[in-house]
């Protein structure tokens, strides 16, 4: 493990766990590597309060991110009437969260994005009084028209490209489908906005389209979330909000360099959520890539990354990889290196070193097929293939009882009735919730840490 740090940036450090010995002939080296950040919660030499505290910051000074609020005002808000008056609430709690100094607008959202805050093609600083004045705005939103998330997406790029920041952060709300754009305008406008800034997605009440929701928050590194009751929209956007608040430097890539005959059979995030980031590697050399992570505040995250080796002989070692955490230089400059750590191959013929699995390669391999199979059964239930449901829906419940994912096991238990949690014996339920087999779906890439 090394470590590299900056003044007033946050630490960080990697750390690397895998079993290096493989058998004779044995060619993929499975890591989980460890990333850390501590020690942030300053700007510029001037400490800032952290976001869970009240929302003093820099006095007459500019944070260094950018936030838009993208309220959905489409027809469907309406129904019911309060679903509108939550979403504005909860949106006012946010702006009640921005720290001062951070600049930040409102787009209401239908098959247009509307500025409703501050207005004229730029942000606001947040402060009491342009706080006050974008709660004032919030309540002449009103429900009318359509849903066309890429236009919201395109306009909160717009706004936030106007900002010399280092975070650029965008909450999304959405209660229903995308249903006047295309597929592939909602593809091409996420295309677009990937890398330049981080989303969370929220969907509320039941009506909207979970695999919608998800993709957007996937594609701009953000997290999504199910809110099946309006009235829990503001302690969620407080809580979203203090998250983007907790930010302190973006863009950090995850940097994997192999020799010459190894090859990335596939890199992850497992925890705190499986997020697959294979087919998101930028070349940065002959035989190193980038992988995209956002922006960090203090935290960790954990990451499955699988190398292909070539064959060697008993006795022989070699660096399978070199994984670095590096913050890319927008001019293209040589990248600041923040963390690194090693993972390795050694060939042996002792049979018990070459076949024990990794206690943390093993824990989230489970948790990666955990979300896998909850998928696979949500999609068999709806298309009307219930012994593929119940016996990937049974895998999943055994998933999560043996991995201690208590919260899955929980949302799984609102779907079947479990006859046996430890060899996954269910039986499907003969009437769901619609918000209780949506919350599994949106939540099933949750996983829990590995117990140390």
């Given at each position: 493990?090394?470590?590299?740090?900056k003044?007033?940036?946050?630490?960080?450090?990697?750390?690397?766990?895998?079993?290096?010995?493989l058998?004779?002939g044995?060619?993929?080296v499975?890591?989980?590597?460890t990333?850390?950040?501590?020690?942030?919660?300053?700007s510029?030499?001037?400490p800032?309060?952290?976001?869970?505290?009240?929302?003093?910051?820099?006095?007459?000074?500019?944070?260094?991110?950018?936030?838009?609020v993208m309220?959905?005002?489409?027809?469907?808000?309406?129904?019911p009437?309060t679903?509108?008056?939550n979403?504005?609430?909860?949106?006012?709690a946010a702006?009640?969260?921005l720290r001062?100094g951070?600049?930040?607008?409102?787009?209401?959202?239908?098959?247009?994005a509307?500025?409703?805050?501050?207005?004229?093609?730029?942000?606001?600083?947040?402060d009491?009084?342009?706080?006050?004045?974008?709660?004032?705005?919030?309540?002449?939103?009103s429900?009318?028209?359509?849903?066309?998330?890429?236009?919201?997406?395109r306009?909160?790029d717009?706004?936030?490209?106007?900002e010399?920041?280092s975070?650029r952060?965008?909450?999304?709300?959405?209660d229903?489908?995308?249903?006047?754009?295309?597929?592939e305008?909602?593809r091409?406008?996420?295309?677009?906005?990937?890398?330049?800034?981080?989303?969370?997605?929220?969907?509320?009440?039941?009506?909207?389209?979970?695999?919608?929701?998800t993709g957007?928050?996937?594609?701009?590194?953000?997290?999504a979330?199910?809110?099946?009751?309006p009235?829990?929209?503001?302690?969620?956007?407080?809580q979203?909000?203090?998250?983007?608040m907790?930010?302190?430097?973006?863009?950090?890539?995850?940097r994997?360099?192999?020799?010459?005959?190894?090859?990335?059979?596939?890199?992850?995030?497992?925890?705190?959520?499986?997020?697959?980031?294979?087919?998101?590697?930028?070349d940065v050399?002959?035989?190193?890539?980038?992988?995209?992570?956002?922006?960090?505040?203090?935290?960790?995250r954990?990451y499955?990354?699988c190398?292909?080796?070539p064959?060697?002989?008993v006795?022989?070692?070699?660096?399978?990889?070199?994984?670095s955490l590096?913050?890319?230089?927008p001019a293209?400059?040589?990248a600041?290196?923040?963390?690194q750590?090693?993972?390795?191959a050694?060939w042996?013929?002792?049979?018990?070193?070459?076949?024990?699995?990794?206690?943390?390669?093993?824990?989230?391999?489970?948790?990666a097929?955990?979300a896998?199979?909850?998928?696979?059964?949500?999609?068999?239930?709806k298309?009307?293939?219930?012994?593929g449901a119940?016996?990937?829906?049974?895998?999943?419940?055994?998933l999560?009882?043996?991995?201690?994912?208590?919260?899955?096991?929980?949302?799984?238990?609102k779907?079947?009735?479990?006859v046996d949690?430890?060899?996954?014996?269910?039986?499907?339920?003969?009437?769901?919730a619609e918000?209780?087999?949506?919350?599994?779906?949106?939540?099933?890439t949750?996983?829990?840490?590995?117990?140390?």
């Amino acid at each position: 493990m090394a470590n590299f740090s900056k003044s007033n940036a946050p630490q960080f450090s990697v750390d690397v766990y895998q079993n290096e010995y493989l058998p004779e002939g044995g060619r993929d080296v499975n890591a989980i590597v460890t990333i850390t950040a501590t020690g942030g919660g300053t700007s510029g030499g001037i400490p800032v309060p952290r976001a869970s505290a009240s929302p003093a910051g820099v006095p007459g000074g500019r944070a260094d991110a950018a936030v838009v609020v993208m309220v959905d005002c489409s027809g469907s808000m309406d129904y019911p009437p309060t679903k509108m008056r939550n979403a504005r609430d909860a949106t006012a709690a946010a702006i009640d969260t921005l720290r001062d100094g951070t600049a930040f607008a409102v787009v209401g959202g239908t098959h247009v994005a509307t500025e409703v805050f501050p207005g004229g093609g730029r942000l606001a600083t947040a402060d009491p009084a342009t706080r006050e004045q974008a709660k004032k705005a919030l309540r002449k939103l009103s429900a009318g028209g359509g849903t066309a998330i890429g236009t919201w997406l395109r306009l909160a790029d717009r706004l936030l490209s106007t900002e010399d920041v280092s975070i650029r952060h965008g909450i999304l709300l959405t209660d229903g489908r995308n249903e006047h754009e295309s597929p592939e305008d909602l593809r091409a406008a996420l295309d677009a906005c990937a890398g330049r800034f981080t989303c969370d997605a929220r969907g509320v009440g039941t009506d909207w389209e979970v695999k919608e929701v998800t993709g957007i928050a996937s594609a701009l590194l953000g997290t999504a979330d199910i809110v099946a009751d309006p009235a829990g929209l503001a302690a969620d956007f407080t809580q979203m909000m203090e998250h983007a608040m907790g930010k302190e430097v973006a863009d950090v890539a995850l940097r994997i360099w192999t020799p010459v005959g190894a090859e990335i059979t596939f890199v992850k995030q497992v925890a705190p959520s499986v997020e697959e980031l294979t087919g998101r590697r930028t070349d940065v050399g002959p035989r190193a890539g980038d992988y995209p992570t956002g922006s960090w505040g203090d935290e960790s995250r954990d990451y499955h990354v699988c190398v292909r080796v070539p064959h060697a002989g008993v006795g022989q070692e070699m660096l399978a990889a070199r994984v670095s955490l590096v913050l890319p230089d927008p001019a293209g400059g040589p990248a600041q290196p923040l963390a690194q750590g090693l993972v390795r191959a050694v060939w042996t013929d002792d049979m018990a070193a070459s076949t024990s699995i990794n206690p943390q390669v093993a824990h989230y391999t489970g948790q990666a097929e955990l979300a896998q199979v909850i998928q696979q059964g949500l999609d068999a239930r709806k298309s009307g293939d219930f012994d593929g449901a119940t016996a990937k829906l049974g895998r999943a419940v055994q998933l999560a009882a043996a991995s201690g994912n208590e919260d899955t096991a929980k949302l799984l238990a609102k779907v079947v009735d479990v006859v046996d949690a430890a060899t996954g014996t269910v039986r499907l339920k003969a009437k769901v919730a619609e918000a209780d087999e949506m919350t599994l779906e949106t939540r099933s890439t949750k996983t829990v840490r590995v117990k140390k």
